[in-house]
């Protein structure tokens, strides 16, 4: 498919949409570790911090916000490259916040079929309003099946026919696949050119938007080819969640239970009292739900960018969610879908371990539940499909696998790769069709 293209310039300036503008709501992390530092750390400090200003923005874990929320502003703290994350309803319409975060005289929006109609129009006025920006579009296939390097070639492609220059900024629209592959284009770009998020999915906006990890898919593993690449800012409008289909809405909580699952018990108490208003689209909700997301993503990018440790956390359920894209062929189970399901798995091995107790393997199957979300692979995934799959994980270190497996009381987690090997073995026998 050939990718289109557009330059748009919108003469007028839309200051109204200035005087419009909530006063911003702005909540700052540093550097905050993971709790399984040792406890007289500096580390460990720093993290007992970020808790106590992260309880500070903590609503009541069974209460929805009442009110409509000002624009609020989290910061993802990495020193000179900090970077702002700007959530509220609206903010496509005020092209300040964006335009201030493109130093140059060119912009690059990269945006899928699907998105194009419902917001590219916005997104160009927002860049070009005041004048002074010349913006290219590329508009790409939609789906996870269509993030590989030859649809990723057509941005390059692009860039190269507009000749644009090392000062140009590259914007993605869309979802998580849009956000990955125009993070890795700019990220390759003559070896590096500005790069903003504009998420419009669950998913990107509560995950794959921040924290810089970039890149396609290879078809023996997702996520395999990509770099780390910080954007310049974050901008979620909240009401791009109305376009959403039920099933990706669905798909982008399974993020959101994550993070109360590995470091944030309030939110998890706070999404089984509070599930029934995200999937009816409770603007409050969720823009409180994609607040505390981005708060715990902050943090712990803020303590370990490039995956070293800590990060590796935010993948529980991956390893397992991944060998399920990857087998059933990239864009049949949502990314989120899979997720699902590789949570339980995780769960139900953690429990095997003797880690969390069955209380809690309970509730969290009945979260996903409520959510819509699976809480099973599909029936036809075998148990060697696993095994071959997870054998080329990313979090595979000196050729042994190490999981994130949930471990104590709600809200704690560990990456490990030294459990009994039984008790993983006996999890994929329990879930997969060919051992039943």
């Known amino acids: 498919m050939q990718a289109a293209c557009a330059t748009a310039a919108v003469p007028a300036c839309r200051q109204a949409h200035q005087a419009r503008q909530a006063a911003p709501v702005v909540v700052t992390f540093g550097r905050a570790p993971h709790s399984q530092q040792p406890a007289n750390s500096t580390a460990a400090r720093r993290l007992a911090a970020a808790a106590r200003r992260r309880s500070g923005v903590m609503a009541s874990a069974v209460a929805a916000p009442t009110e409509a929320p000002a624009m609020k502003v989290v910061e993802v703290d990495l020193g000179d490259r900090t970077y702002p994350i700007y959530i509220g309803r609206g903010l496509l319409d005020q092209g300040e916040l ?4 493109i130093p140059g005289k060119t912009a690059l929006i990269v945006t899928n079929e699907t998105v194009a109609p419902l917001y590219l129009d916005r997104c160009l006025a927002a860049v070009t309003a005041c004048g002074g920006v010349k913006a290219e579009v590329v508009v790409l296939p939609d789906g996870e099946q269509h993030k590989t390097l030859e ?46 998020q504009v998420p419009t999915t669950v998913m990107s906006q509560v995950d794959s938007s921040v924290g810089g990890k970039t890149g396609v898919n290879h078809p023996l593993g997702k996520n395999m080819i990509g770099a780390f690449y910080q954007p310049r800012c974050v901008l979620i409008d909240t009401d791009s969640l109305n376009t959403l289909p039920d099933r990706e809405l ?82 049949a189970w949502l990314h989120g879908e899979a997720v699902g399901a590789g949570t339980m798995m995780a769960a139900d091995m953690s429990h095997r371990l003797g880690w969390i107790d069955a209380e809690l393997l309970q509730r969290i199957r009945a979260l996903n539940e409520k959510a819509r979300l699976p809480v099973e692979p ?16 990313k979090k595979v270190q000196d050729g042994k696998l190490r999981l994130i497996l949930l471990k104590g009381p709600l809200g704690g987690c560990v990456i490990t790769g030294d459990f009994e090997v039984q008790a993983l073995e006996d999890t994929l026998a329990a879930f997969c069709s060919d051992t039943q």
């Open 98 to 101: 964006l335009r201030k975060h």
């Open 151 to 196: 649809v990723l070639q057509k941005v390059w492609d692009k860039a190269l026919e507009c000749r644009l220059d090392r000062n140009t900024t590259f914007i993605a629209l869309g979802g998580g696949v849009v956000g990955d592959m125009t993070g890795f284009a700019a990220a390759a770009y003559q070896r590096g050119v500005h790069f903003i």
């Open 378 to 393: 599909p029936p036809n995934m075998t148990v060697e499909q696993f095994r071959n799959t997870m054998a080329v994980d």
């Open 250 to 331: 669905a798909s982008g909580i399974s993020e959101v239970i994550k993070y109360g699952l590995i470091r944030d018990a309030p939110l998890f108490e706070w999404l089984e009292a509070n599930m029934d208003k995200l999937l009816q689209r409770d603007p409050e909700a969720f823009t409180y739900a994609i607040e505390r997301s981005c708060v715990n993503k902050a943090e712990v990018v803020a303590a370990d960018e490039k995956e070293g440790g800590v990060r590796a956390t935010l993948n529980l359920g991956h390893t397992f969610g991944h060998a399920i894209e990857t087998c059933t062929g990239y864009g």
